[in-house]
């Protein structure tokens, strides 16, 4: 969970011209890249642009947004340096199943409130209540593996808060039909927002920019590569890439060769590695 200070309708445009595929610096929270890999890089993919564009409409409704997409397609990097992008954030994480009290505790610490969570509920619920009216913004991940008693405290938190709550649910594809299931998000939500892997003809664009290590490999053999081993994923792509320098480094090679990327995706291919 995040909580995040108030935010700028500008957006990506206070970083980087709003473009597919441009590379943006110092844009993503630190270690927030898969693996923390050296030399990867923050792109604004398509995804990250609909992020940003669909975050800075829900804060200025102060509504639910609901970030949906398969693992790897970059859902939380996106919202998290939206985020940032927007306004300070703070990660909360919380177990699968988390009842009330676990989102009180966790909401206690993450708004820096002072002393321990109040035993009393209502009393808990009070001093997040005036905290969230200064910094009225929550983004929830994995927020599919939520009983829907947590997601019921915050539609109270939300309606409970003055002008409303800006409230960023993210959840992999298949927990959509849980998120549909509750019915307090159809009148509170601005977007339900599907974030999508690259395609075959974006890949030679997003994969050079991603990292420079792949700037000398022809396009056609990235596509290869992604219908072998990504499928479109970048954090698939960020796996590849560590691998590959792992692999540079061993045979000190100046550049990845057709051997040799055939060496590591038969290494590190196999279902039980996947991410």
């Given at each position: 969970m995040l909580t995040t200070a108030p935010c700028s309708r500008a957006?990506?445009?206070?970083?980087?011209?709003?473009?597919?595929?441009a590379v943006v610096g110092d844009l993503a929270p630190s270690g927030l890249h898969f693996l923390a890999v050296p030399g990867v890089r923050t792109l604004l993919t398509p995804g990250m642009l609909a992020v940003g564009e669909a975050l800075a409409?829900?804060?200025?409704?102060?509504?639910?947004?609901?970030?949906?997409?398969?693992?790897?397609v970059g859902k939380t990097f996106a919202v998290r340096t939206a985020a940032r992008c927007l306004g300070a954030a703070v990660l909360l994480d919380l177990r699968a199943q988390s009842a009330p009290v676990d989102l009180r505790?966790?909401?206690?610490?993450?708004?820096?409130?002072?002393?321990?969570?109040?035993?009393?509920?209502?009393?808990?619920?009070?001093?997040?209540?005036?905290?969230?009216?200064?910094t009225p913004r929550i983004v929830v991940?994995?927020?599919?593996?939520?009983?829907g008693?947590?997601?019921?405290?915050?539609?109270?938190?939300?309606?409970?808060?003055?002008?409303g709550l800006c409230v960023v649910l993210i959840a992999?594809?298949?927990g959509e039909r849980h998120l549909r299931a509750q019915r307090m998000l159809a009148t509170r939500t601005a977007a339900w927002l599907h974030l999508c892997a690259l395609t075959r003809d974006q890949v030679p664009l997003a994969v050079p920019a991603l990292h420079p290590l792949w700037q000398?490999?022809?396009p056609g053999r990235l596509q290869a590569l992604d219908a072998r081993f990504a499928s479109g994923s970048l954090r698939r792509w960020v796996l590849l890439t560590h691998h590959t320098q792992r692999a540079l480094a061993a045979t000190s090679a100046a550049a990845p060769d057709a051997r040799l990327l055939q060496t590591v995706v038969d290494r590190i291919d196999s279902p039980g590695r996947r991410p």
């Open positions: 957006g990506w445009a206070e970083a980087a011209a709003p473009e597919p595929f409409d829900a804060c200025a409704q102060r509504r639910f947004l609901c970030v949906l997409g398969d693992a790897g505790a966790g909401l206690h610490g993450a708004l820096e409130l002072t002393g321990a969570p109040p035993a009393d509920p209502g009393a808990a619920d009070t001093l997040i209540r005036r905290a969230l009216a200064a991940d994995d927020a599919d593996r939520m009983s008693s947590c997601l019921e405290y915050l539609r109270f938190l939300h309606d409970g808060t003055p002008g992999g594809q298949r000398t490999v022809a």
